[in-house]
């Protein structure tokens, strides 16, 4: 694995844990896709971290578990901006 990319997860990794940053979050800060946000952390991160990874993993996983409130949320609040025209 190239060094760059080796830096790029761990960096990621310690954004998601110090902010508990969200995928979206991480990648728009980044400049790189989700997907390669959840491949630094899930497989690449575990070769070189194991540490850093299983922490990375908990913080993401808590966020996995609240999605569904956040976009409900978001909903209403969207709502609730709305006039009434």
């Known amino acids: 694995m190239k060094d760059y ?10 954004y998601i844990i ?4 969200t995928v979206r ?3 728009k800060e980044f400049g790189v896709s989700k ?8 497989e690449r991160l575990m070769m070189i971290n194991p540490a850093l990874a299983k922490q990375a993993r908990k913080v993401l996983d808590v966020n996995k578990s ?11 609040e969207k709502y609730m901006h709305q006039t009434i025209g």
Do not use: P
């Open 18 to 21: 110090d902010y508990n940053a």
């Open 66 to 76: 609240e999605r569904h409130i956040r976009g409900g949320l978001a909903t209403k």
């Open 35 to 42: 997907s390669t946000v959840h491949k630094d952390c899930t």
């Open 5 to 14: 990319i080796e830096e790029r997860a761990v960096s990621i990794a310690n």
């Open 25 to 27: 979050q991480t990648a």
